[in-house]
């Protein structure tokens, strides 16, 4: 072991901690003025070679001497990771990420100094009392975070209405906008019931939760308004789905859409960079906390997770260099998602996999363009309804009409020195409201074929709106997310599945990510360790 560990040490001990976040951390600030023509993002080769087949794998390796001891490994660098190191940082973890930087999907890259996400983008308004308030002050996140309180504009038609989710484009049906508007706002504070939190801070929390599941969000709402949606609400509602659920209003449960939709009438928080931005302030605060350089291992897959017994959990993993190494924790948490510890855990009960078999997993892509002109518009997000029509018997039809849901302004949080920037990134996103749409992001053509689709688009929808001309256009890079949203399908909450996901493993392994809760933000994973922290404490003898 002390060999090993001598190594690791010595090879890092002169890198300091800015240059290993420049190196390792969420956001990308080495790329020019032109991006490598493919995609940024998933990178699905080598785990997919080595995890499909694992038994094959193993038998061509050899683990390496010097089986390596540490209080807590944490499998999954993204920010359920991150958060999870930051909640145990005293125990000085081990984090193991397969990607080449920490992150997950909240990723970032930077052009001339302006961060811009390729992932998820920004964090509710914290809740008082609640875990993800608690870290907002410990990590400083308001210095970081630049409310934004106005309501994103909405493009029908080529027309964008500042007002639109008051009725601004639809006067004859303006009740009902009214009606959904006093709905959400009434919800988001609280005014008649508790709000329906994913993760549940309370018993009546989790009343509400429960309530909410028993149907979906497009029967929801049409109870709400006192009838069937007028047909530009119902168009927007559905393409607010895409874009943040990558799923149609009819599939979600109404408890999950809500988290969102509810909380979009108070003021978010959003980061030069996106969430990729906290990510980094995490990193930060775990290396000034005292966690060493070489904890933070990026390339790393692991392979097999084993408890034995009193000897605490063994944990297998390639590194960086392709050595198949052993590690062993008195506790680990498994930041990753549910159909890689499918692969990864010896022994994992039937209940678990029948759990994970009911967890479906959505695909998105980011487009960001890089234009030397100051693009029009002071929102933050503009949503795009198309023609303010929608199918929702055909939902492949309606978003392969659309392609992108929406656009974020990446200027609307730069920092002081680049407010009047002459330069703008423009961030969209694409969702994929299917099941099965990760294998159109894959064959070789992917990269050519989606970027002609996001070309169009902008030429013919976005330009116009941003009143900015082509001949301005420097770069559009793509990211793709293979599966980065699990599905919260109506019911997923009260039929058991969550529980058995979350469930710990014989009291050492325990289990924080996104699609613990079936719901794609960061405050999930960050609330969820939270929650579960005085159980991992006594796995690892602190309590």
Request: proline share 5%; charged share 25%; aromatic share 10%.
């Amino acid at each position: 072991m002390g060999g090993m560990l001598g190594g690791l040490a010595a090879c890092s001990r002169a890198e300091k901690a800015e240059d290993l976040i420049s190196r390792l951390g969420p956001i990308d600030r080495t790329l020019g003025d032109r991006a490598p023509a493919e995609f940024s993002g998933d990178q699905n080769e080598r785990p997919h070679r080595i995890l499909w087949a694992r038994d094959a794998y193993l038998a061509t390796k050899r683990v390496e001497p010097g089986e390596e001891e540490v209080p807590l490994a944490i499998v999954g660098g993204g920010m359920s990771g991150l958060f999870s190191a930051y909640q145990f940082r005293d125990q000085k973890p081990v984090i193991l990420e397969q990607a080449a930087r920490f992150g997950g999907n909240a990723k970032g890259q930077s052009w001339r100094g302006l961060d811009y996400s390729i992932g998820s983008a920004y964090i509710d308004t914290p809740h008082a009392g609640s875990p993800m308030a608690q870290y907002y002050q410990e990590l400083g996140l308001a210095e970081i975070t630049v409310p934004r309180n106005t309501i994103d504009p909405v493009a029908v038609g080529g027309k964008v209405y500042a007002d639109f989710w008051s009725g601004e484009a639809d006067l004859t049906n303006r009740k009902a906008y009214e009606r959904l508007a006093t709905f959400l706002t009434e919800l988001a504070r609280e005014k008649h019931e508790p709000f329906p939190f994913i993760p549940a801070l309370t018993e009546g929390h989790k009343r509400s939760l429960l309530k909410y599941d028993r149907e979906n969000l497009h029967t929801c709402l049409t109870r709400v308004v006192g009838g069937k949606l007028p047909a530009q609400l119902e168009a927007a509602i559905e393409h607010y789905s895409f874009s943040t659920y990558a799923c149609s209003a009819t599939e979600i449960s109404a408890a999950a859409a809500l988290n969102f939709l509810a909380q979009e009438v108070e003021p978010i928080r959003v980061c030069s960079g996106g969430n990729a931005r906290i990510g980094e302030r995490l990193m930060e605060r775990l290396l000034a906390s005292g966690v060493p350089t070489q904890n933070f291992r990026a390339g790393a897959i692991v392979v097999r997770v084993t408890v034995e017994g009193n000897r605490g959990v063994r944990i297998l993993y390639e590194d960086k260099e392709g050595k198949l190494r052993a590690l062993r924790a008195k506790a680990a948490i498994l930041a990753c998602p549910k159909f890689v510890v499918a692969k990864l855990l010896d022994g994992i009960e039937p209940e678990r996999v029948a759990a994970i078999r009911k967890l479906r997993y959505r695909a998105y892509v980011v487009a960001n363009l890089l234009v030397n002109q100051r693009a029009a518009g002071k929102f933050y997000d503009l949503f795009l309804v198309g023609d303010g029509k929608v199918d929702v018997g055909n939902i492949r039809a309606t978003q392969d009409r659309q392609n992108a849901t929406d656009y974020v302004l990446a200027n609307f949080a730069a920092p002081e020195r680049l407010k009047d920037a002459k330069f703008s990134v423009l961030t969209f996103y694409r969702a994929f409201p299917y099941d099965g749409a990760r294998a159109e992001l894959f064959p070789p053509d992917a990269f050519a074929r989606w970027k002609a689709r996001f070309e169009k688009q902008i030429r013919e929808e976005i330009l116009p709106l941003a009143q900015v001309p082509e001949s301005s256009i420097v770069d559009l890079r793509l990211t793709r997310w293979g599966h980065a949203l699990p599905l919260a399908a109506q019911g997923i909450y009260s039929d058991g599945t969550v529980d058995a996901l979350r469930k710990p493993f014989q009291g050492k392994v325990f289990f924080v990510e996104q699609d613990n809760w079936a719901y794609p933000a960061t405050q999930t994973g960050a609330t969820d360790v939270a929650l579960m922290r005085a159980e991992i404490a006594r796995a690892l003898g602190l309590a």
